[in-house]
């Protein structure tokens, strides 16, 4: 999978009683293992900047909920969160590939013994 990465500023959508909604455009919609990591590895910080608190759209991209002061720090931790995700998926994505190359070369290693045990099996 290609690396995920913020497009653009954050657009304004709505606001109601000083509560802005953003939408952040997403260079391709994230798949759900990534949407998953980015949940599970984005640390929320200490005030209303919190990674529960976005939601994905596959038209829209991010979607987040902001004071107007505090948009640049929701920004700055959305951007984080976004390379941390892409990191873990890319070491899950390693690890998988890994896995699967070990055992497609278990597989071909029993092949090959089953073959000469085959080819010696009246002696």
Known sequence: MDKI???GPPEALSV???????????SEPPAGHWIYVF???ATPSKGDIDPDRVVFD???GLLFASEEPLVPEWIRHIDLWIAEANAQVATDEAAEEKRRAETEARDRRDALLKQVNEKFKNL
Do not use: T, W
């Open 16 to 26: 109601a009683d000083g509560l802005y909604s953003f939408a952040v455009k997403l």
């Open 5 to 7: 990465a913020r497009v």
């Open 39 to 41: 949940r599970l590895v």
């Open 58 to 60: 596959h038209e829209r």
